[in-house]
């Protein structure tokens, strides 16, 4: 079954750009029918969507963090990625990329989330 | 912008019965929402149990079941065990995927 995985630093100095990547296994990105999110929890919080992209190249972001979020997809790789700008220790949180199923918007599975830490 | 609230915190006793409700600081959840349902334990991922309203994921028992009570999204566990003590979080979609802020069920 597709399991995802996600990779990058735990520490990110503040100002600078969060990158972290997410692996797909057992199925393929390009094979379409589903997007592909990234969500993330704040210490102690609840769940925020980031935003998510089509295996075409295709985006859409919340809102509320558009100006800072880029997301990639590497279909080579079977990868998709995020980018985040001009963090701050708000940042601080767990990352989790998930399969995002539409047209009835949900997601599963769910990557095993990595904690991203912004500190100097 | 409007808020997707959930019940800060519920309690249920061992083989009761428990409804939690997700719905809108302004408005009517209904199924054009696509109402999902997550249960996460603490340093675990969330756990997928219901979408689009009403249906289970896979191999999420019948005791979980997700409705559309009055204006909002609900999702009822029946029978309740210890280890259905966990936060659980709503999805509406609404041009935008929104989470509500989860409710922590303590069973006891």
């Known amino acids: 079954q597709v399991q995802l995985q996600e990779s990058g630093p735990g520490l990110v100095k503040p100002s600078q750009t969060l990158s972290l990547t997410c692996t797909v296994s057992g199925g393929s990105i390009s094979s379409g029918g589903y997007y592909w999110s990234w969500i993330r929890q704040h210490p102690g919080k609840g769940l925020e969507w980031i935003g998510y992209?089509?295996?075409?190249?295709?985006?859409y972001y919340n809102p509320s963090l558009k100006s800072r979020v880029t997301i990639s997809v590497d279909t080579s790789k079977n990868q998709f990625s995020l980018k985040l700008s001009s963090v701050t220790a708000a940042d601080t949180a767990v990352y989790y990329c998930?399969?995002?199923?539409?047209?009835?918007?949900?997601?599963?599975?769910w990557g095993q989330g990595t904690l991203v830490t912004v500190s100097s | 912008q409007t808020v997707v609230t959930q019940e800060p915190s519920f309690s249920v006793s061992p083989g009761g019965t428990v409804t939690l409700t997700c719905g809108l600081s302004s408005g009517s959840v209904s199924t054009s929402y696509y109402p999902s349902w997550y249960q996460q334990t603490p340093g675990q991922a969330p756990r997928t149990l219901i979408y689009s309203t009403n249906t289970r994921s896979s191999g999420v028992p019948d005791r979980f079941s997700g409705s559309i009570l009055g204006n909002k999204a609900a999702l009822t566990i029946t029978g309740a065990q210890a280890d259905d003590e966990s936060d659980y979080y709503c999805v509406l979609y609404m041009g935008s995927v929104v989470f509500g802020g989860g409710t922590k069920l303590t069973v006891l």
């Open positions: 998930a399969r995002h199923i539409v047209p009835d918007n949900w997601f599963d599975p």
């Open positions: 992209i089509y295996y075409s190249g295709s985006t």
